[in-house]
């Protein structure tokens, strides 16, 4: 086996995780810091990212490993060829345009590759997860947001300037909920976890009686709760309706969905999958809706596969 080690980083809203990655997506070891952007700049941010890829690095010489590259995931539109960071929202404030790529090329003086969370996520479960059977794939991530990915020929799908994925942006409802994009009816907007709490209280639960958890939604609906049954029943259906529409457009030959909701497995699978084969056209069924199999560790095994394939490439 060789000694060369993969640096992975995942910026989040809340928590950047890492890890040290080998080349067959071994997990090395991982380490998570709180990213802490609200209360910063973003200068500070990048000090942090610094300071963990040294970290980093520290760790992996310690015990005779060399690191090769480094993959940085983040929150935000990431422009795929520039390296920089095409716009960011308020969660990671001063983001937007930072030349993240080059920056972290001249500090670490390691190869870069960066992309968009999602993208980094997908990668992951293409390369260790539940993508691994999976050439062409859809994944999605279901959380404050709806992040999206297709995976095509192993590769993520950038499009023109790497935004390829925002499938939580597509409209389900015409004059539908307000989306932060300026849309009403997104997709997101219903199949969020967001969206989840707002559906709860559109079915007459008050997201103040469920502590603002879905976890603790679900548990009602499992307990057999009529009002939160049916909440889960027309969330899952909303779910389904953005699948059916990526499904006739993109013909995938799976779904792999992250966030903290798919934890609730078979209960909310079953009636995604009951209600996507109801939806699409019979040629298009068959293929698998499963949820994602890495958790956190999704994103920054991903970031390091992409700098993995960047060095095999020759792109650095
Ligand atoms: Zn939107």
Sequence with gaps: ?????????????????????DETGRILDTLTV????RSG???????????????LRERAEARGWTPVALGVGTAGYVHAREGRIGYATSNLPGWTGVPLRQEMERHTGLPVALANDAHAFAMGEAWIGAGREWDTFVCITLGTGVGGCLVLDGRPYYGRDGYGGGFGHMVLQHGGAPCNCGLTGCWEQYASVTGLMRLAEEGGIQPAAIGHSAKTLFEWARDGHAHALAVIDRYAEYVALGLTNLTHALNPQAFVIGGAVTQQGEFL???IRSNVSRQVMPAYDGMAIVPAALGEHAGFAGAARLAWQRLQDGGC
Aim: proline share 2%; hydrophobic share 40%.
């Design 269 to 271: 699978f079953e009636r």
């Design 41 to 55: 700049s973003r200068d500070t941010l990048l000090s942090k990212l610094y300071a963990l890829a040294a970290q």
């Design 34 to 37: 709180p990213t802490e952007a």
């Design 1 to 21: 086996m060789s000694d060369n080690v993969i640096l992975g980083i995942d910026i989040g809203g809340t928590n950047i995780k890492s890890g040290l990655v």
